[in-house]
């Protein structure tokens, strides 16, 4: 090691002007030291937040590998999450690896510079400051001495004295802290290396162990396995995407080839066939014209489909459809040649008329030949046979929205009267059971003027969702209403019905209530309590509840509703409300009872004159002799009128 420059301790009283040089060179060393260790000190730091930033980053991807989904709807045959998890295993491994070299870098990099400058150099500069205070003292000593008088006085004698006593302990202060400062100072040369290695010896270690623990860890052949196979089903994954976009662009082409004719917006009549049956479900867009104060009239394009032997419509940007005719036997369709555009047609009811219009004539006829087809054949619509008649639509429906269709339903029940109830079997739910999407309307008029003339609600009132009904043929059951939420769940998924229409559900005193939400609370259902059969949540979702209502026609259909709350709490509201209305019931039963039985009256054998109870002294009131002749005129009057009565009695036997 080469020899470095030192303060000599030897002139450490002397305190020279060269001895003041050196030791301003010497201080002017210790500053730039101090500076250039706090920036050595600034960059471990941003290496440990660098690091540590790395690990948190590592940890955050092993985390969101093991989120990917454990089957995906578009992968059949999906070995992409456990491949996925096994990844995020080996990762997490890392991460813990990385979180030991920050560990490391922080006890062996940072902290001896931070140690060094807090200490020794803090040191040294706290002695030069008392080296500084300590050489002042002394020129204040030396001048004070110096001017001491010489005259031999006592009194000039004694401050002389003291003055050379002071500059004895100010020469003496200043040696030692002179040969303390400069003995640092010397030091400070070896320990600045000690400094400025070790952090750096303490990275070299801090990283090959980083390194060792790496190969010592995925140097095994558990790994090496693990790798070639997910290598070579990237390959094999690599080489069907190749394929397949060659195939798709072979298909594309064809199909584009093939579709050259129906980029027209009137293509070539003769390419289509002829001959073949219409079909039974159709869908597409159509134009729909709407009118607006029976003057104004509007066109607007709408996805129309058939669905249950009804015609419904689904706006652009809606995922639900909306009813725009039920069609039934008396559905007349026809074109419309006398409009301003072309392949107009209407589809008429006995309730209303839908105009239409296609891109062209063509298409036009489809939707003729459809709709026909479906009126022919009556769909999911069941007529009744003969000269049977059914009620008016409204009173026996609970939709009054597709009144006509479940009038049809009610007549099959009405007919047969040996109905099942109770079987929560797979055949209580029949297989062409319709699916209502629509919020039921109230089917009694004057029971929602009884409740829009009722007292303001207090019941319990729960915010929900109605997702549709069907009708069942069983009156109870879980099984029953788990296969119907199923069957609905299932319709809407296929019609990508997403939005459901919002209700309120109003558990009141003796019935239950349909409403709509916000202010205006519209009836749009209501259920009596002796109406409704049964009720339970879904098994899995508890937010779906199923409800099996009884209609006037004696026709059962399950109603699902997705609530905003647990579906047992809407259960346990009706439960609780059903309950004490049958109390109620039961206790009016029997006070009625009672009442009857204390005012039933007594009469002879022959059923002709009533028999009065005996009255008892206390019974009878006094009475004067006027009263008394007026009562015996009453009686007779009476007696007369009982005679008279027996003496019709028989006359009106024989007649």
Not at 583 to 609: F, I, K, M, S, Y
Request: hydrophobic fraction near 35%; include cysteine; charge should be negative.
């Amino acid at each position: 090691m080469p020899d470095l420059q030192k303060l000599p301790l030897e002139s450490a009283l002397e305190d020279t002007p060269e001895t003041r040089l050196l030791v301003g060179v010497f201080e002017q060393d210790t500053k730039d030291l101090v500076k250039y260790m706090k920036g050595l000190w600034k960059c471990c730091q941003r290496l440990i937040v660098a690091q540590q930033e790395v690990t948190v980053s590592i940890r955050s991807l092993a985390n969101h590998l093991r989120s990917y989904p454990q089957q995906s709807p578009l992968e059949s045959n999906c070995d992409t999450a456990p491949t996925l998890r096994e990844f995020a295993q080996n990762i997490e491994e890392i991460g813990s690896w990385h979180h030991g070299l920050c560990t490391q870098l922080a006890e062996s990099v940072a902290a001896p510079v931070h140690r060094y400058i807090d200490k020794e150099l803090q040191e040294v500069f706290t002695v030069g400051q008392m080296y500084q205070t300590v050489t002042e003292d002394l020129d204040r000593t030396l001048s004070r001495y110096a001017r001491a008088s010489k005259k031999a006085k006592p009194d000039l004698e004694t401050e002389r004295l003291e003055a050379a006593s002071e500059v004895y302990t100010s020469r003496k202060k200043f040696h030692q802290m002179s040969l303390l400062y400069y003995n640092k100072m010397n030091l400070l040369q070896y320990s600045r290396r000690m400094a400025l290695v070790d952090p750096l010896l303490g990275f070299l270690q801090a990283y090959r162990s980083f390194f060792s623990m790496g190969n010592g860890s995925l140097n095994v052949p558990e790994m090496e396995t693990f790798l070639s196979t997910v290598t070579a089903a990237s390959a094999a994954t690599q080489s069907e995407l190749m394929s397949e976009m060659a195939e798709s662009a072979d298909l594309m082409d064809a199909i584009i080839t093939q579709s050259e004719g129906q980029y027209s917006v009137d293509p070539d009549q003769d390419g289509s066939p002829r001959g073949e049956e219409p079909p039974a479900h159709i869908a597409d867009y159509l134009f729909y014209k709407t009118r607006y104060m029976g003057v104004m009239s509007q066109w607007e394009r709408v996805f129309v489909f058939t669905e249950g032997g009804n015609l419904l419509m689904c706006r652009r940007g809606e995922a639900a459809g909306c009813l725009l005719a039920e069609l039934d036997h008396s559905t007349l369709c026809q074109p419309l040649p006398n409009e301003d555009r072309g392949s107009v047609f209407q589809i008429s009811t006995s309730k209303k008329s839908v105009i239409l219009q296609a891109m062209n004539d063509r298409q036009r006829d489809q939707w003729l030949a459809a709709i026909g087809h479906i009126v022919k054949t009556g769909g999911y619509v069941r007529r009744p046979s003969g000269s049977e008649k059914i009620g008016s639509p409204g009173a026996g429906s609970i939709l009054s929205g597709v009144s006509q269709f479940f009038a049809d339903k009610l007549q099959h029940h009405t007919t047969d009267g040996s109905r099942s109830r109770g079987a929560d079997t797979p055949d209580s739910l029949s297989a062409d059971a319709p699916i209502v999407f629509e919020l039921p309307w109230s089917p009694d008029e004057q029971a929602a003027a009884d409740v829009a003339d009722a007292p303001p609600f207090s019941g319990q009132t729960f915010d929900a969702r109605f997702l549709g009904s069907m009708e069942v043929q069983a009156d109870r059951g879980h099984r029953l209403v788990s296969e119907v939420i199923r069957q609905i769940q299932t319709a809407r998924a296929q019609h990508r019905l997403a939005d459901a229409a919002r209700c309120r559900l109003e558990v009141g005193l003796n019935e239950l209530r349909v409403t709509e939400p916000g202010e205006t609370g519209r009836l749009r259902a209501l259920y009596p309590f002796h109406h409704i059969s049964f009720w339970a949540p879904h098994l899995e979702n508890d937010r779906l509840l199923g409800m099996i209502t009884l209609t006037p026609g004696q026709a059962l259909f399950c109603h699902v509703f997705e609530t905003e709350v647990a579906g047992q709490q809407v259960c346990s509201a009706l439960t609780h409300a059903t309950t004490a209305a049958y109390r109620r019931h039961r206790e009016a039963d029997l006070l009625l009872q009672n009442v009857r039985r204390e005012e039933e009256p007594q009469l002879t054998a022959d059923g002709a004159a009533l028999i009065l109870p005996p009255a008892g002294p206390e019974e009878t009131p006094p009475q004067d002799e006027e009263g008394e002749k007026e009562t015996e005129g009453e009686e007779g009057e009476e007696k007369k009128g009982k005679e008279t009565e027996e003496i019709k009695k028989p006359a009106e036997s024989e007649a």
